[in-house]
């Protein structure tokens, strides 16, 4: 147990590591700093933000379409259950360790934890709009594209969007052990304690706290700017 | 068992392990399929397969602590929060910061704090339950239909009979299916307990600063999968028991 003053000046340490940079904790190098810190912390968003746009690319159409057509119930939850249950640190150690390390296969599974809540969330969502609303649509003549986009689509905003933030928040997390694929993170402050130090450390996990909630917060707003001026009035 | 959850399992070295490391070598020193690192190495699996009993243990205790202590904490808050509805959006949010903070980066805010071991790394796990449980509860609480709460208190039940007879038993389903995801979820992050010197299957997985044995990732991940897969049945299982009128969707 630390003494609540004796974390604060970790604290203090973490601040100092952050925006002056510290000696390296194996001596003679400086290390942390304001540009490392910046460069890695670009890193862990562009990780994340390029294994998000594979999700969303391969999963919404299939999670959009299976769910207008009613079909590949099974397929489309089981995907959700499925993917909560792949250990991160398993998949990614895996990935590094029987495919090789690089920026192209660490996408690559972190696109494998993004695919399975926005192809769930996708289908659920689409298929919970209420089926006399489609009938209606139908009824006024739309073609089933524009039952989808003016229709389905918009119902199933919250739901569709529930997805694409657990997605993120399970990107960016496992963007966090990236440096043992081979791609220097935020996390790599986190990993390489030998290198930086507990003051490093405890940085980096203050960073990669801070950009989770950031991204959250942002898709928040996206949310809020995508859901239909209708619908918010009802949502209170 | 209390007293290495309170210390810690490993070396307080960072991830470990001589301990672990050493008897690892001498283990990659055996056959040609290990030593060439193939993919999956069956001899090897065999004969080792013992040594994945701890971490198994040690996973599993993380896991149930941590719903356990999630379980209970976000039974409780909604339960308060369906009582007084202005409590629900600031519980909501609260445990939403909670769940959005990567677990392996609140490892190391707990660090100066609570120190490095189990106890930390279930601390984070909880966090990370909280909203997931909450949600499905509240969401099941406000789903009983007011015709049947109205008709309970028309025979005479009191606010908190109407609770715990009639509102939490017609939420169990949904209650169940937070569980679920929460324990399911839960078991696949307590590999990043290692990271916290937590233990766990994780600390086969990253043995020493080697992460490149394939065979004890292969293994190790296969374990955490089965153990979730268990646990969901189980928990389904438990939801059809509890909630037998209502056949809990899959």
């Known amino acids: 147990m630390g003494l609540p003053l004796g974390a604060l000046g970790l604290f203090g340490e973490a601040f ?118 489609v009938e209606a649509a139908r009824g006024m003549g739309m073609t089933d594209r524009e039952i989808i986009t003016k229709v389905e689509l918009p119902l199933a905003v919250p739901t569709i969007m529930g997805g694409v933030r657990t997605s993120a928040i399970n990107i960016i997390a496992t963007a966090t052990i990236a440096p043992l694929a081979g791609i220097l993170t935020l996390g790599d402050f986190i990993i390489s304690r030998n290198v930086y130090g507990d003051a490093g450390v405890l940085a980096g996990a203050i960073l990669v706290a801070l950009m989770a909630l950031a991204l959250e917060l942002t898709l928040a707003g996206i949310q809020w700017k995508l859901t239909s001026p209708g619908l918010k009035i009802q949502r209170t | 068992m209390s007293s290495w959850v309170a210390d810690g399992w490993l070396a307080d070295g960072w991830l470990a392990g001589a301990a672990v490391s050493s008897d690892f070598f001498r283990d990659r020193s055996g056959g040609g399929c290990i030593q060439e690192n193939k993919l999956f190495c069956p001899d090897w699996a065999i004969n080792n397969l013992d040594r994945y009993s701890d ?149 086969e997985i990253v043995t020493g600063s080697n992460i490149t044995f394939k065979t004890g990732i292969i293994i190790a991940g296969s374990i955490a999968i089965l153990m979730a897969i268990v646990f969901d049945a189980l928990l389904l299982l438990t939801g059809r028991l509890l909630a037998p009128w209502k056949r809990v969707a899959l």
């Open chain 1, 16 to 133: 100092q590591f952050v925006f002056q940079g510290r000696e390296a904790a194996t001596g003679g190098v400086t290390v942390g700093g304001l540009d490392q810190v910046l460069e890695l912390a670009a890193k862990q968003l562009e990780v994340t933000l390029l294994a998000l746009l594979v999700s969303l690319v391969l999963a919404l159409p299939v999670g959009v379409l299976l769910g207008h057509y009613g079909k590949g119930e099974f397929v489309a939850v089981s995907a959700g259950n499925a993917g909560r249950a792949i250990p991160e640190l398993a998949l990614i150690a895996l990935m590094a360790a029987a495919v090789g390390v690089g920026l192209f296969n660490l996408v690559v599974a972190l696109a494998i934890l993004g695919i399975p809540p926005i192809l769930t969330n996708a289908f659920v969502g689409i298929r919970q709009v209420d089926q006399v609303s």
């Open chain 2, 55 to 203: 971490p198994t243990l040690q996973h599993l205790v993380l896991v149930v602590s941590a719903v356990a202590a999630g379980f209970v904490i976000a039974f409780s808050l909604a339960v308060l929060a369906h009582r007084h509805r202005f409590l629900s959006s600031p519980f909501l949010a609260a445990t939403g910061v909670l769940y959005t903070i990567p677990s392996i980066s609140f490892f190391f805010l707990l660090l100066p704090i609570t120190g490095r071991g189990a106890v930390t790394a279930i601390i984070a796990l909880t966090a990370f339950t909280l909203q997931i449980i909450f949600r499905n509860m509240t969401t099941g609480l406000r789903n009983v239909p007011p015709e049947v709460t109205e008709a309970a208190r028309g025979v005479g039940l009191t606010a908190t009979q109407v609770l715990w007879k009639v509102e939490i038993p017609l939420a169990m389903p949904e209650i169940i299916a937070g569980l679920r995801i929460a324990t399911v979820s839960t078991v696949a992050l307590a590999t990043l307990a290692v990271f916290a010197n937590g233990g766990g299957l994780g600390a």
